[in-house]
């Protein structure tokens, strides 16, 4: 393992100012996607949607590495050039989802437990060889009236700590995605414990396997009130718990933490990383790794239709523009405001 390559990649990936754009949608969530704006989801409209991100002019000022699906990785933009070589010739670390889904948990009703280690190794060392520098499994955890289980933790915990542990083996930086959901009526409180809880046990399985924490990225949930919980906690309160709570859990050996929106609002997905960065220097970089934050505003500006790109680009580069500004604090409604 060349532990000083990987740590290389994966500050590059957390420079300042800068964070990762997700556009790993699988085949049936780009469909949903694609279905909120009356749009067939065929091979060529999910190519031409992402060419139509990756080639806005200026981006790579604010974006690091984009996390690719499989299609995606071995598609080629309108000019024959293969996306991974188009962002990597304009200073953007292509990356991969490797992870098969998450599935129902045997025994665990409500749970869910994410497949595709098997023949993983292999299937790593082709993403490799197709352009990809760093990878991405997302482990779901919920949160109802018994749950999560120990047991989904624990598994969860594992499959990641074997997932990354290949991709080091690899060359890949693995991005370690423990994903506590917002779904349900719970409060803050109890999205701070089960995201402690579960951070503990990720960080537990990652020193058992032996992964380099320099060589890796931790793409979390923000500790956030449930979307149906009647009380709803403040911009500050999460940003304050959030941060209190990978105090305690995250090492400091961990370059950058990279938040997943999760189901926010672009606007406050920008708002809480901005109210994070303010409250000063931490151990680790905290920066995005958006999907939706990033991409609702282009892709309702699009809606299929080509002469719409340079306005769908546009939506785009502010989104990446109002993010990077939250990865130094300085993002402020003034700047939502002087968009035209
Ligand atoms: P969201 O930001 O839409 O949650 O997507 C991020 C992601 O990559 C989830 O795995």
Known sequence: MDKAALSTTARSLVAKGKGILAADESTPTIKKRFDSIQVESTAENRGAYRELLFTTAGVEEFISGVILFEETLRQTASDGTAFPRLLADRGIIPG???????????????????????????????????????????????????????????????????????????????????????????????????????????????????????????KPNMVISGLDCPVQADVEEVARRTVACFQKVVPAAVPGVVFLSG???????????????????????????????????????????????????????????CNGAARYGEYSEAMENAVT
């Open 96 to 218: 991969i989802k490797v992870d098969m889904g998450a599935k129902p948990m045997a025994g665990f009703p409500g749970e869910k437990i994410t497949e595709g280690l098997d023949g993983l190794r292999e299937r790593l060392s082709t993403y490799r060889e197709l352009g990809a520098r760093f990878a991405k499994w997302r482990a779901v955890i919920t949160i109802a009236h018994a749950l999560p289980t120990p047991a989904n933790i624990l598994a969860n915990a594992h499959a990641l700590a074997r997932y990354a542990a290949l991709c080091q083996e690899a060359g890949l930086v693995p991005i370690v995605e423990p994903e506590v959901l917002m779904d349900g009526a719970h409060t803050i409180e109890r999205c701070d414990t089960v995201t402690a809880r579960t951070l503990q046990s990720v960080f537990e399985e990652l020193f058992r396997f032996q992964v380099a924490l320099e060589g890796i990225l931790l």
């Open 263 to 321: 189901g926010q609002s672009a606007r406050i997905a920008t708002a809480h990383l901005n109210a994070m960065n303010a409250l000063g220097d931490q151990p680790w970089e905290l920066s995005f790794s958006y999907g939706r934050a990033l991409q609702e505003d282009p892709l309702k500006t699009w809606r299929g239709d080509a002469a719409h790109t340079q306005a769908a680009q546009q939506a785009f580069y502010h989104r990446a523009q």
